[in-house]
């Protein structure tokens, strides 16, 4: 029997709605969630998601600044752009897009970023809080896959989750998520003799290895959940995850798809990050 699908654009679209009555609120009281987005280069990948950024910004009355810089921007200057946009009270989020060209030091950038406005959650005091189970801004591609997970309805308490993949914006803090809410976690990654084995043994299933189509039908235990965070541009400019999603569908429980399942919810995770952002730099939290 086909899998059901969990849908990460119709999670997403209600998220938005009830960030979007939140921030109507906060407008009432003369508060206007900002988020500042900076893309240096052209990578086209980053310039589709940006522009759903900015886009999301502008649906949910966010006030949103992009700044396109060229590839060829020093670190020095980034690391000016960012340092004036931690002074700016108009702006709660500030997030740079990844990956940075190679002469630019992405921890350097990263650590920049004011701890209360880093709405990527990328920040290594909010990775600490993370680790330690103190309240942080969460990365948004993890979060944004425990909500898709509990709104399927999936108890993850005492499951078996099984994550490939050890990203520091994926692999590793969606792992500790899991173990936030109790799941008993296996984290696989390149060095991994026995991974097909482990993967089986999974009740839940995050991938995020960034090689399309890589995970099929003997990864997978029957009626396992399936999470696939991969976002692999093809030859023929079409999107695949790491999930052979048409396999996988026959054995699998709820899985998303890729596109339409856990990208939207990084968007979405973003925008409540900047809301709470915003929400505590004007004392309202
Ligand atoms: N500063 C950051 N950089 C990057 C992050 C991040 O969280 N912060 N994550 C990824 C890319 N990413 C966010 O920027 C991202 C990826 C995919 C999507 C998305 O909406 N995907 C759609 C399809 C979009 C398309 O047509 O290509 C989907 O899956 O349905 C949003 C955000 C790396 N960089």
């Given amino acids: 029997m ?6 990460g654009k119709k999670v997403s679209d209600e998220i ?16 206007v ?16 998601y940006v522009r759903n950024k900015e886009k999301a910004c502008h649906d949910l009355g966010f006030y949103s600044e992009v700044h396109r810089l060229p ?4 670190e020095q ?3 000016a752009l960012v340092d004036t946009l931690n002074q700016q009270d108009t702006i709660d989020g500030i997030l740079v ?25 990328f920040h290594p005091v909010n990775v600490g809080n ?4 103190d309240d942080s801004l969460l990365p948004c591609t993890p979060a944004g896959v425990i909500e898709l997970i509990k709104r399927a309805g999936v108890e993850l308490s005492g499951k078996h989750a099984v994550v490939i993949g050890r990203s520091n914006i994926v692999g590793k803090p969606v792992s500790l998520l899991l173990q936030r809410e109790n799941a008993t976690v296996t984290m696989c990654h390149s060095r991994t003799s026995n991974m097909a084995e482990l993967a089986r043994q999974a009740d839940v299933l995050v991938v995020a290895i960034g090689r399309a189509n890589f995970i099929d039908s003997s990864y997978v235990k029957p009626g396992a959940v399936v999470i696939d965070v991969g976002m692999n541009r093809l030859e023929n400019g079409k999107l695949a995850g790491d999930v052979d999603f048409e ?15 856990v990208g939207p919810m990084t968007i979405t995770m973003l925008m409540k990050n900047t809301l709470t952002a915003a929400k505590r730099n004007h004392g309202l939290v």
């Fill in 2 to 7: 086909t899998a059901s699908i969990i849908s």
């Fill in 16 to 31: 938005r709605g009830s960030i979007s009555d939140e921030v109507k609120e906060l407008v009432s009281k003369n508060v």
């Fill in 33 to 48: 969630p900002g988020l500042a987005v900076v893309l240096v280069g052209e990578d086209a990948a980053s310039q589709v």
């Fill in 71 to 74: 590839a060829e921007t020093s």
């Fill in 77 to 79: 200057q980034l690391l």
């Fill in 97 to 121: 897009q990844l990956p940075l060209p190679s002469h630019i030091n992405e921890k350097s950038v990263i650590n920049a970023i004011s701890v209360h406005k880093d709405v990527d959650g």
């Fill in 130 to 133: 993370l680790v330690i189970g």
């Fill in 247 to 261: 396999s996988v569908k026959e054995v699998s429980g709820p899985i998303t798809p890729v596109p339409g399942g």
